[in-house]
Antibody, heavy 119, light 106 residues
């Protein structure tokens, strides 16, 4: 069964850091395009980052230079290292697989982990 | 970045009604347009990809059309379980989502 389970969310002060994990079962992380998407309270969806099967990484401007996406192939797990956190980073963070078909849709999503940035 | 604009932002319709949601891209995205359904407290669910391809397991009352910059999601006969927020997303470049359309049942 395909499953993505995020963890690592919590309450952190502005300027702090947090590392999110996304444990994957049912497919191989390193063979897929893996993404992080977030949703601020009561708001829409915002794509943050992708790591391609070849290892290339890309980021939204809102997190570039502060967040780092990575993966551990031996653990089949995706990560998001978040530094210099701001109030506006408060959101539910989802990991998702992006398919390599027309439109590159995100077909499998985790349940999300909540990050709250507040003093 | 490509901006995605959805309309309406919310709608209320009766069971059995035909519902249409539109999505406009700020520049051409060919047919690289995907639709998601999200219910409160849940992750988004892929409904349609590449404008009109129905994701496996999604009821056939959902359909998509369009090309270039203008796209449409149609629910042919609204059901109670379709109460949700719907998002479009372009896959032409770095993904961006529309602002969402909240669909309520009268």
């Amino acid at each position: 069964e395909v499953q993505l389970v995020e963890s690592g969310g919590g309450l952190v002060q502005p300027g702090g850091c947090l590392r999110l994990s996304c444990a994957v079962s049912g497919f191989t992380v390193s063979s897929n395009y893996m993404n992080w998407v977030r949703q601020a309270p009561g708001k829409g969806l915002e794509w943050l980052s992708v790591i391609y099967s070849g290892g290339s990484t890309f980021y939204a401007d809102s997190v570039k230079g502060r967040f780092t996406i990575s993966r551990d192939n031996s653990k089949n797990t995706l990560y998001l290292q978040m530094n210099s956190l701001r109030d506006e980073d408060t959101a539910v963070y989802f990991c998702a697989r992006r398919l390599t078909v027309a439109g590159e849709p995100m077909d499998v999503w985790g349940t999300g982990t909540t990050v709250t940035v507040s003093s | 970045d490509i901006q995605m604009t959805q309309s309406p932002s919310s709608l209320s319709a009766s069971v059995g009604d035909r519902v249409t949601i539109t999505c406009r891209a700020s520049q051409t995205i060919r047919n690289y347009l995907n639709w998601y359904q999200q219910k409160p407290g849940k992750a988004p669910k892929l409904l349609i990809y590449a404008t009109s391809s129905l994701q496996s397991g999604v009821p056939s009352r959902f359909s998509g059309s369009g090309s270039g910059t203008d796209f449409t999601l149609t629910i042919s006969s609204l059901q109670p379980e379709d109460s949700a927020t719907y998002y479009c997303q372009q896959g032409h470049s770095a993904p961006t989502f529309g602002g969402g359309t909240k669909v309520e049942i009268k």
